[in-house]
């Protein structure tokens, strides 16, 4: 549900600074780290401070595909993206510095540091020089099973307008160490598979040991030895939750140095709703969703359920995510259901709650429903 829900509004609030309106708009020469430039677009157009505007045209990431195939569960394929704009905005604001997709982390440089380190033997059975040797992951001895951290890498760019002309440059770099929160050991004498959880100190350790390792690789590249850079760890889900995982550190290395001197916290979480945790750990919040769950019900009983996905900071709901499975029975009803759960959703969730509510049929997504933090207003989007 997070990464249907989310490539609805990441669209919508990411990209959607670029969208809505070209009536003012600033052209300028977008410097890039091939040395040419080219000329760019910055929509004036920005839905709030809570999102980045981005430029035109839009490049992708040098190591764009990358991210599906490394990372274990679908739900954190979304979230370390979506996660990693709001550590980014610790040190870079919405209003000052443009995002840009990754530009200096190639696919084949981020395969090649997921790799273990080989010892020396190692490297002279595979072939390989000690140059090549660039695996970030520990070294597995021989007859011996080591885990696997680092799982995958994603970079994003940020971009701020110079003052004294009409030019953009690179304002600052983020990167997210995606690291596993479970190692998955084979018994070598019976073939049996064995799932150990890593435990959170032992992953901020190791995490902590290869952002030392990765920011000296960044500062060794001429574009980024006088740029800001953000490191921040992610702890992966196991395959088998329905919940991403979160970040939980986050450091910021100014210009001219690779020294990383102090690691910040982030307390983020995610809940299911409802769920016994849910129950447990946030009764208040769980009563407000059983009971608009229940009046839900109450309006419409030709419905398949109502669930949700609730990400907590410092312990506080701030983002609700819902999904309600319609029986399908013609588009004028489901224009009447989807008003009535607009209503509903601005009457019934408080308003620190940012919500977003997507009604689903057997024949695709119908409604989506928006509610931002602050307000009692909703959006109402009926799709054709």
């Not at 998955?184 to 030392?212: C, H, P």
């Not at 910021?252 to 750990?281: K, L, M």
Request: hydrophobic share 35%; charged share 25%.
């Amino acid at each position: 549900m997070k990464k249907r829900l989310s490539a609805v509004l990441a669209a919508l609030l990411i990209l959607g600074g670029c969208a809505p309106t070209f009536e003012k708009q600033d052209q300028v020469v977008q410097e890039n780290q091939d040395s040419e430039s080219k000329k760019a677009i910055i929509p004036n157009f920005q839905i709030s401070n809570d999102y980045y505007k981005t430029m035109l045209p839009y490049d992708t990431s040098k190591a764009r595909g990358v991210v599906v195939n490394d990372l274990g569960s679908r739900y954190d394929i979304n979230e370390i993206e979506n996660g990693l704009l709001r550590v980014a905005q610790n040190r870079f604001s919405t209003d000052q510095y443009f995002f840009k997709e990754g530009q200096f982390l190639t696919k084949k440089m981020v395969d090649s540091w997921l790799q273990r380190k080989f010892t020396s033997e190692q490297l002279d059975d595979k072939g390989l020089k000690e140059s090549e040797n660039l695996g970030l992951n520990p070294v597995q001895p021989k007859g011996e099973d080591a885990p696997i951290y680092l799982a995958h890498i994603v970079e994003h760019n940020y971009l701020v307008k110079k003052k004294d002309d009409n030019k953009v440059r690179l304002g600052g770099v983020v990167i997210a160490l995606s690291l596993n929160s479970v190692n998955y050991e084979t018994n070598l004498s019976n073939g049996t598979r064995m799932v150990k959880n890593i435990s959170n100190d032992v992953l901020k350790e190791e995490g902590a040991k290869m952002a030392g390792e990765v920011m000296k690789r960044l500062r060794q590249k001429e574009e980024l030895k006088n740029v800001p850079i953000m490191i921040a760890l992610y702890k992966q889900a196991p395959k088998q939750q329905v919940v991403p995982g979160q970040f939980f550190a986050y450091a910021t290395v100014e210009p001219g140095t690779d020294n990383i001197q102090n690691w910040e916290g982030i307390n983020e979480d995610y809940y299911i709703f409802p769920s016994p945790d849910a129950a447990e750990d946030h009764p208040e919040d769980n009563k407000i969703f059983q009971d608009l769950k229940k009046e839900i019900e109450g309006y419409f009983p030709v419905f398949t359920g109502v669930t949700g996905e609730a990400l907590y900071q410092g312990g506080k709901l701030t983002d609700m995510n819902m999904e309600v499975a319609l029986t399908y029975n013609g588009k004028a009803e489901t224009i009447g259901f989807a008003r009535q759960l607009s209503s509903l959703i601005g009457k019934n969730t408080p308003e620190s709650w940012n919500v977003e509510l997507l009604i689903n049929s057997s024949y695709g997504p119908e409604a989506l429903v928006v509610k931002k933090k602050g307000s009692k207003e909703t959006y109402l989007h009926i799709y054709e």
